[in-house]
């Protein structure tokens, strides 16, 4: 796999601020070097950067995300320091001709102006770039670490740059109480050069129609024409054939994906062979993929799940962000920027479904534990209190019994203390039974059996179903 490389350019002239300048990027190395793809970046810096430095770095380093920090404290746009270390803002049509040069030899993929966001500079750079993050000087300096962070920790985990800047934005909600602005990001339409058609089409194509010119062979002319014509026929026949199972691909590879469903309750060999199978027959049966991702989760294989949950991602199965959030709950709990942003994006998806009462009580449930891990407890009580509300509609059918709401719910309302409701959450918690399938809820029975044992209450008659709601003081 080739090496991304990450050039930083930092200037902070005499008269412009530097508060956060530091500590940006210093947060941004640490994020990356924590990063599950951390070998594939490579991280370059510049710093008190000159226009002729900047050239310099480019050339030297090739890189394919171009980074600039600083900020001007009355304009905007990218100042550069000149040779006094005073202020030199860099013009529109200078910066255009600059990445019209070097956009392409160096590949260069995204462009990030922290703090020095210009829409006429942003504007100037994406006709040569694909992408361009902009982010201007009224989004305080705290705002600004948080994005960068979020973004870079977003790829780092391999996910593709619209994705990190996405993820970037829910870092700033997420870390700052009132960000003063939001970052922007600009899209274009650069191809590269293997993209590009060839100059002389034509030169591809080759006429195989009736009226084509034959060559002149008296001798061979009529059988000339037959061969042509059957090959003609051939060519139709085949091409047939191939439209009709082309047609039937998706048919036939949703069947083996409902057998591989039948197979996964007690045979996950057998169920991976068979989504495998319905994956090779159509690889854009993102049901397949979020099913084989699950039977990976549950073998312990949680590299190879992450990977098919980020694949049956991109048909925008609310299923598949809910397994992928979850998964980045359970297994790196101290970034929880990613769960965040796709937790919350499935919750956008699964109320475009109106019938997704499961998978919105799940991402609605997840989404509370991961707040309760940020000791947000109000915002975890708000989301636990939908998922609850989910799971006790008379007009839905959950597989889920809804348990785990209810204990994640007891925790959230311990922390709050208040104990009475916590105790009845946990009541509930034991009295719905938990799927006795994952090593939390064995956690949280064990926990409700703890909690009733420190009141004197014996955990088999509080947790009948029937049993009355339980009071401190009664």
């Given at each position: 796999m080739s090496r991304c490389k990450l050039l930083i350019l930092a200037a902070s002239p005499k008269n412009s601020t530097r508060r956060w300048l530091d500590e940006e990027i210093r947060d941004i190395q640490e994020g990356l070097q924590r990063a599950r793809n951390r070998d594939n970046f490579v991280i370059a810096q510049r710093w008190a950067v000159r226009p002729r430095d900047f050239q310099r770095a480019i050339l030297e380093e090739s890189p394919q995300i171009i980074h600039f920090s600083g900020r001007h404290q009355d304009e905007e746009g990218l100042f550069l320091e000149d040779v006094l270390g005073n202020e030199q803002r860099i013009s529109d049509a200078a910066l255009a001709s600059f990445f019209n040069l070097f956009a392409q030899k160096a590949k260069i993929e995204c462009v990030v102006l922290s703090g020095c966001y210009c829409q006429a500079q942003a504007t100037a750079i994406v006709e040569q770039v694909p992408y361009v993050i902009g982010i201007d000087k009224c989004v305080d300096d705290r705002a600004t670490i948080d994005f960068s962070v979020g973004f870079y920790d977003a790829l780092g985990n391999g996910e593709l740059i619209p994705f990190a800047y996405e993820a970037g934005k829910v870092a700033m909600a997420l870390n700052s109480s009132s960000p003063s602005g939001s970052p922007i990001l600009l899209s274009g339409q650069r191809q590269r050069p293997y993209d590009t058609l060839p100059e002389k089409s034509s030169d591809l194509i080759v006429d195989i129609s009736p009226s084509a010119s034959l060559p002149k062979s008296n001798k061979y002319d009529k059988r000339s024409k037959v061969v042509r014509k059957l090959c003609i026929r051939s060519t139709a026949i085949v091409a047939s054939i191939t439209i009709v199972l082309l047609s039937l691909r998706p048919l036939l590879s949703n069947y083996y994906m409902q057998k591989g469903n039948s197979a996964s309750y007690n045979k996950l060999g057998s169920a991976e062979q068979l989504y495998k199978t319905a994956i090779w027959i159509d690889k854009n049966n993102f049901e397949a993929h979020n099913f084989l991702g699950r039977v990976y989760e549950d073998s312990q294989d949680l590299a190879k799940a992450e990977n098919q949950y980020k694949i049956a991602r991109q048909g925008d199965l609310p299923a598949a962000y809910n397994n992928l959030g979850r998964l980045y709950l359970q297994t790196d709990r101290?970034?929880?920027?990613?769960?965040?942003?796709?937790?919350?994006?499935?919750?956008?998806?699964?109320?475009?479904?109106?019938?997704?009462?499961?998978?919105?009580?799940?991402?609605?449930?997840?989404?509370?534990?991961?707040?309760?891990?940020?000791?947000?407890?109000?915002?975890?009580?708000?989301?636990?209190?939908?998922?609850?509300?989910?799971?006790?509609?008379?007009?839905?059918?959950?597989?889920?019994?809804?348990?785990?709401?209810?204990?994640?719910?007891?925790?959230?309302?311990?922390?709050?203390q208040l104990q009475n409701a916590s105790l009845q959450s946990w009541q509930r918690c034991c009295q719905l039974g938990g799927d006795a399938n994952t090593p939390e809820e064995y956690q949280w029975m064990d926990q409700a059996k703890q909690k009733f044992a420190q009141i004197g209450r014996d955990y088999n008659k509080v947790c009948i179903y029937t049993a009355p709601p339980i009071l401190l003081d009664s």
């Open positions: 101290q970034n929880l920027t990613a769960a965040f942003a796709v937790l919350n994006k499935g919750i956008e998806l699964s109320y475009d479904d109106e019938g997704a009462w499961e998978v919105r009580y799940s991402l609605h449930k997840n989404l509370g534990w991961l707040y309760f891990l940020k000791t947000k407890y109000s915002d975890a009580k708000a989301q636990l209190d939908i998922a609850i509300e989910i799971s006790e509609r008379s007009d839905v059918d959950l597989y889920d019994s809804g348990s785990a709401a209810h204990c994640l719910m007891a925790e959230t309302l311990e922390e709050q």
